[in-house]
């Protein structure tokens, strides 16, 4: 028998068909959730508080951008340990990279706060962490997209990966709610979120099995490159989202404050946090509802997303035209639901549809490269967005972001994807 063949003997239960959210599942949504929160943490303390502390937008972008190279650049190599070694000893690592680089980056903005380090010092302070985190980090969503891969059928992989976007939402409902905590002390949310990720990663430790399905796999020492046809357009189509997802969140705060009329800290904090809030609660109840009763094959979801998107930077575009700042927000948080929506299309169709295209010794090689892609598109985005806003126009960023979507749009129209339905309805009873 090959090793394919037995691969592809040790299914799901049945149970797990009916049923996704599975006790290894829930287990997984937490310790998900805890990395969730400190993602959408950074993008609603920072920007502004970095502002006052004398690290400037460009610098923040740097920050953001390098951070996100070095974590592109180690994502395919734990994926390929992952189908070595196990799903779970990856994930903890990189549970453990996210915890002490959140907490890194926390003491760094304290000791600007506090004045022991000036703007200088404190950017470079800054960037080490980040550093840190995504050389660590970078483990988890290529060891998590593998688990999902390992632990559904080719029938509901997309519903899988549904539930593991769904955990981004989470954490971006929490994360804001956390950050309130900010008008008490700034970093006092970076270090609750630090104290979850601890629990995050005992959970995990303690609680979730190792899939079965690959130990052992002789087949680990293959290697896959990213140019491979059978996943490249998968790879392109997450790097141009996350490109302009992170043109337009990095510009966010600076385009409530210079066009839809917010002053304070304390009111941009609050308003960025109504809109991840919006955006997360369209992405969980898509997600964890909509999409695990409405099975969409990945082809249909990648031709939804693209569209969706764009209407969304032309949404908020439109907020900055507003003639009162309460109306111009509501356009702001129709955006941000539209993001959330577009998210909810991208996630199982992109991940789902790649996870198809390769065979099941593959499939931590493939998360590698799909969290390589995501990120290498947040390398671009936080240096476009601020770029594109303070030197060409404020509403260049969402008319890039916009045009770029559209002609994504086009090139999913000719991307393949394995139909797992017909499969089954071709297979001997």
Same mark, same amino acid.
């Given at each position: 028998m090959s090793k394919d063949s037995a691969n592809s003997e040790s299914p799901p239960s049945h149970a797990q068909k009916k049923n996704p959210y599975t006790r290894d599942r829930i287990i997984l949504i937490i310790g998900?959730? &805890?990395?969730?929160?400190? !993602?959408?943490?950074?993008?609603?303390?920072?920007?502004a508080v970095g502002r006052d502390l004398g690290v400037n937008e460009m610098q923040q972008g740097w920050i953001m951008?390098?951070?996100? @190279?070095?974590?592109?650049?180690?994502?395919?190599?734990?994926?390929? !340990?992952?189908?070595?070694?196990?799903?779970?000893p990856i994930m903890l690592l990189g549970m453990a990279g996210?915890?002490?680089?959140?907490?890194?980056?926390?003491?760094?903005?304290q000791a600007g706060i506090s004045g022991w380090i000036q703007s200088g010092a404190l950017f470079y302070s800054l960037l080490l962490a980040r550093l840190f985190y995504g050389t660590f980090a970078s483990a988890i969503q290529p060891a998590v997209t593998a688990y999902i891969a390992d632990t559904t059928t080719e029938e509901n992989r997309a519903q899988? $990966?549904?539930?593991?976007? $769904?955990? &981004?939402?989470?954490? *971006?409902?929490? #994360?804001?709610?956390?950050?309130?905590?900010?008008?008490?002390?700034?970093?006092? +949310?970076?270090?609750?979120?630090?104290?979850?990720?601890?629990? #995050?990663?005992?959970?995990? @430790?303690?609680?979730?099995? =190792?899939?079965?399905?690959?130990?052992?796999? =002789?087949? &680990?020492?293959? *290697?896959?490159?990213?140019?491979?046809?059978?996943?490249?357009?998968?790879?392109?189509l997450w790097a141009v989202y996350f490109m302009a997802f992170t043109t337009m969140t990095t510009i966010t705060q600076f385009y409530l404050e210079d066009r839809i009329g917010f002053q304070s800290n304390e009111s941009i904090i609050t308003a960025t946090m109504g809109a991840f809030i919006a955006m997360a609660l369209t992405t969980v109840i898509m997600q964890g509802v909509v999409l695990q009763k409405v099975n969409l094959k990945p082809s249909v979801l990648l031709r939804l997303y693209c569209p969706t998107y764009a209407l969304s930077c032309v949404t908020f575009l439109?907020?900055?035209?507003? +003639?009162? *700042?309460?109306? #111009?927000?509501?356009?702001?948080?129709?955006?941000?639901?539209l993001f959330g929506m577009a998210f909810s299309f991208a996630a199982p169709g992109i991940?789902?549809?790649?996870?198809?295209?390769?065979?099941?010794? =593959? !499939?931590?090689?493939?998360?590698?490269? @799909?969290?390589?892609?995501?990120?290498?598109?947040?390398?671009?985005? +936080?240096?476009? #967005?601020?770029?594109l806003y303070t030197e060409i126009s404020p509403v260049a960023p969402m008319v890039?972001?916009?045009?770029?979507?559209?002609?994504?749009?086009?090139?999913?129209?000719?991307?393949?994807?394995?139909?797992? *339905?017909?499969?089954?309805?071709?297979? +001997?009873?």
């Open positions: 998900l959730v &805890t990395y969730g929160i400190g !993602q959408s943490l950074l993008y609603t303390v920072f920007p951008s390098i951070s996100n @190279l070095v974590l592109a650049l180690c994502a395919p190599i734990w994926g390929k !340990q992952s189908d070595k070694f196990g799903r779970k996210y915890l002490f680089g959140t907490l890194f980056f926390a003491l760094g903005l899988g $990966m549904a539930l593991m976007g $769904m955990t &981004t939402g989470l954490g *971006t409902i929490i #994360g804001p709610l956390i950050g309130a905590l900010a008008v008490l002390f700034v970093v006092l +949310p970076l270090y609750i979120a630090v104290a979850m990720a601890v629990i #995050g990663f005992l959970l995990i @430790l303690k609680e979730l099995p =190792e899939p079965k399905v690959h130990k052992h796999d =002789e087949d &680990t020492t293959r *290697t896959m490159s990213p140019f491979d046809s059978r996943i490249l357009p998968f790879l392109i439109l907020a900055g035209y507003m +003639p009162i *700042t309460s109306l #111009g927000f509501a356009f702001v948080l129709v955006s941000y639901a991940n789902g549809g790649a996870s198809l295209s390769v065979k099941p010794h =593959e !499939q931590g090689m493939v998360g590698g490269y @799909l969290a390589s892609a995501s990120v290498m598109g947040m390398v671009i985005g +936080p240096l476009l #967005g601020p770029y890039v972001s916009a045009i770029c979507l559209g002609l994504l749009g086009v090139y999913s129209l000719t991307i393949k994807v394995p139909d797992p *339905t017909a499969k089954a309805s071709k297979a +001997p009873a």
